[in-house]
């Protein structure tokens, strides 16, 4: 097997096991929450275990997709870094049309400890290392200088400031 084979199947190795673990972590609550619940209204034993089989496949299938987006994601970071947070975002417009609840939120800002990201869904829009970044926190709106050049404004709501504090501590200005 060539080298290039061996990475292709060492990444899909990667990508399944972000997906399977990414199932277990939903669904596992997801089937314990049915089960707290069906005991505490008084169901049958048999009753509590048929919800349970109903809600764990749509809970894994919901998880396997973060697995995967969130093993996507972190094929881009270097050795040694780690992501230390993920923000939804909004475009600062208004003709912004929110996605369906089942997509999830449509732009991610991640900040790790080398780097800002923008992510519309699995798409790494771009990615700048935070000591060459500028950041301000203007109430609920984030601006992203780089290069003296504006690189992106988006709506945080609260985390604005958050993500300009977590950023400075990591080496943005």
Request: charged share 25%; net charge positive.
């Amino acid at each position: 097997m060539s080298a290039e084979g061996a990475r292709d199947v060492e990444r899909k190795g990667r990508m399944r096991r972000a997906a399977l673990s990414g199932a277990a972590v939903t669904a596992g609550p997801a089937v314990a929450a049915v089960a707290a619940f069906g005991y505490e209204a008084g169901l049958p034993w048999w009753g509590i275990a048929a919800a349970g089989v109903l809600v764990a496949p749509p809970a894994g299938w919901a998880g396997s997709r973060i697995g995967r987006l969130r093993g996507l994601r972190d094929e881009v970071l270097e050795p040694g870094e780690k992501a230390l947070g993920v923000y939804a975002v909004q475009p600062p417009y208004r003709e912004h049309i929110p996605p369906n609840a089942h997509e999830g939120p449509q732009y991610e800002l991640r900040l790790t400890t080398r780097h800002l990201e923008m992510w519309e869904r699995a798409v790494l829009l771009w990615r700048h290392p935070l000591p060459e970044l500028r950041l301000l926190a203007e109430g609920p709106r984030l601006r992203v200088f780089h290069d003296g050049r504006e690189a992106g404004t988006m709506l945080l709501g609260r985390n604005a400031q958050e993500v300009r504090d977590l950023a400075r501590r990591h080496g943005a200005s």
